[in-house]
C-alpha cells in the first residue's frame, strides 16, 4: 500500500515517457517488444498500479503496483511531430 508522501513523489512521472521495469512474467519479448511493451505516457497512480498509454498507438496499460520495480523517466523523440500527442 502506497503512503500519500509515496504517491505524491510517484506524481512526478503522470504525463511523462516513461519505461516502467516490472518483475518477471511469463512472456518472453524480445528487446524491441520489451521496449514497446513497458515504454509508455503515465495517465495516472492509483493506489493498485499505473495506468500508462503506449507512445505510437494510444493503447492503455495497466500495471499492478507490486509488480514494479522501477520506474525510469526517458527522452523520446518522434519520428514525426504528431506522433506523441497528449491523451
Not at 36 to 60: A, C, D, P, R, V
Not at 73 to 78: A, K, N, Y
Amino acid at each position: 500500500m502506497l503512503s500519500s508522501s509515496q504517491r505524491k513523489s510517484l506524481e512526478f512521472f503522470v504525463g511523462k515517457v516513461c519505461t516502467i521495469f516490472v518483475v518477471p512474467i511469463n512472456r518472453h519479448f524480445d528487446e524491441k517488444t520489451n521496449i514497446e511493451y513497458f515504454l509508455g505516457i503515465i495517465q495516472k497512480i492509483e493506489e493498485l498500479g499505473i495506468w500508462y498509454s503506449h507512445i505510437t498507438n494510444g493503447k492503455m496499460n495497466f500495471v499492478f503496483m507490486n509488480h514494479i520495480v522501477s520506474i525510469a523517466e526517458e527522452t523520446f523523440i518522434p519520428k514525426q511531430p504528431d506522433e506523441l500527442k497528449p491523451s
